[in-house]
């Protein structure tokens, strides 16, 4: 939501930035909000295409930029040429983001995602609001036509932030991938392929027991812990 925050300060604002700072005429605005959404559509694609390689670096390298960007608006503000420029870039790095959140949202969320959809615009809603509030009040505080740009780059930050403690939370519980600690018990499972995998945690150093001819039993216990530690054991089970 900081981050759509962001986009939103700026944007609600846009019209006395290009007006009474760059030197458009009022008439002008109009054909460059229209390359504001040539950006956008820009920043739709891109962020599609980097979402299916690098989801997580995608989301940071957007905000990011959008922050750079819009920490520059007073300088770019300062000359027609590079205000029009910045309108595109406001567009291409704001929307640049909005991919790899919907999948990471649809991916948290597997067992409701319809919900979870609705949850996320709903997000944004409440960015655009919330947004145009920060920006608003850093124009009444009187801090020049260009303010918002800068109150929308330090939500950028907070965006930036949150979404590292998230990436960092989603590290720690990601479960430990296959190593020297992995340990192996069980008979192997007789005939076919596939099947479900089945996991439960258990307070032992051997696997719960099994059917005689049944799944194959994997636990995992990390190198040099005492034994009696929590493990996590899951059955292997065959399709048939």
């Known amino acids: 939501m900081a981050g759509f925050g962001a986009l939103f300060a700026a944007y609600s604002y846009i019209t006395p930035m290009l007006t009474d700072t760059a030197g458009y005429g009022e008439s002008s605005v109009t054909l460059l909000l229209a390359l504001f959404g040539v950006g956008a559509t820009v920043g739709n694609l891109l962020g599609g295409r980097l979402a299916d390689h690098a989801m997580r670096g995608t989301l940071f390298g957007g ?6 960007v819009l920490a520059a608006f007073p300088l770019l503000m300062r000359n027609p040429v590079t205000a029009a420029l910045a309108v595109v870039l406001l567009g291409t790095a704001s929307f640049v983001t909005g991919s790899p959140l919907q999948l990471m949202v649809m991916e948290k969320a597997a067992a409701g995602p319809s919900l979870a959809s609705s949850a996320n615009q709903a997000a944004f809603n409440l960015a655009n609001a919330g947004g145009a509030w920060i920006g608003g009040l850093a124009l009444a505080a009187g801090f020049g036509t260009t303010s918002p740009a800068l109150a929308g780059a330090a939500l950028a930050v907070l965006g930036l932030g949150v979404a590292s403690v998230a990436h960092a939370v989603d590290r720690r519980r990601a479960p430990p ?7 192996r018990r069980g008979a192997s499972a007789g005939g076919g392929r596939g099947g479900a995998v089945l996991t439960q945690g258990r307070r032992a150093d051997r696997p719960p027991p099994a059917p005689v001819g049944g799944p194959t039993a994997v636990c995992r216990r990390p190198v040099g812990a005492p034994r009696g530690l929590s493990v996590r054991c899951r059955w292997l089970v065959s399709g048939g």
Do not use: F, I, M, N
Not at 63 to 68: E, G, I, P, Q, R
């Open 63 to 68: 905000l990011t930029s959008l922050a750079v």
């Open 177 to 183: 991938a296959d190593g020297p600690g992995t340990r």
